[in-house]
């Protein structure tokens, strides 16, 4: 990867928009409040876009440190905490507003659904067998049946229903993306 100097693209009202460009992603820009920027750009390494690897496939704004075996995540900057999650689930929108510090568990609970499977909702998938949808939620260790339904809208409405009952606020809906 071809490391460069970022720069801050513009200003807009309380926001600073960070140009992250890669080759692959050339017009990649991360957000972060206005009193930010001199946290970021520290000169310790040029910051990029990177997307990471299925479950979540989310984009986010890394750098690696100079003279360091050290990798920086944006997000962790700003808010040091084991786990950040980002509210509305957008890697490169750094804001404090956007980040959360969030248990393991709770992150994982605001991920999208996963590509590639039989649904393109988060919590369905098909059963061939008994030709319906079914939905399902995994909490506390444990995953929970929720019903065969005969729609796959169905199937995302009852796992929506379920999240936002144990998830609450950090629960990732398939309408609406948030309740």
């Known amino acids: 990867m071809l490391a460069r100097r970022c720069n801050v693209v513009r200003t807009e009202g309380s926001t600073a928009y960070i140009d992250v460009g890669t080759p692959s992603m050339p017009n990649a820009v991360a957000l972060v409040d206005i009193a930010d920027p001199s946290l970021v750009l520290d ?84 059963e061939s067998v008994g030709g319906k949808w079914v939905a399902g939620i995994k909490y506390a260790g444990r995953s929970r049946y929720l019903g065969r339904f005969l729609t796959e809208i169905g199937a995302a409405q009852a796992y929506d229903d379920e999240a936002v009952r144990v998830f609450g606020e950090f629960a990732r809906t398939n309408f609406g993306g948030k309740q």
């Open 43 to 126: 000169g310790r390494g040029s910051w990029f876009a990177w997307r990471a690897t299925k479950p979540s496939a989310t984009t986010y704004a890394k750098r690696h440190r100079k003279g360091s075996e050290r990798t920086d995540y944006m997000h962790r900057l700003i808010l040091p905490a084991p786990f950040v999650d980002h509210r509305d689930g957008n890697g490169l929108d750094n804001r404090r507003a956007n980040l959360r510090a969030a248990s393991h568990a709770q992150n994982n609970r605001n991920r999208v659904g996963v590509a590639g499977t039989s649904s393109r909702f988060k919590g369905v998938w098909f």
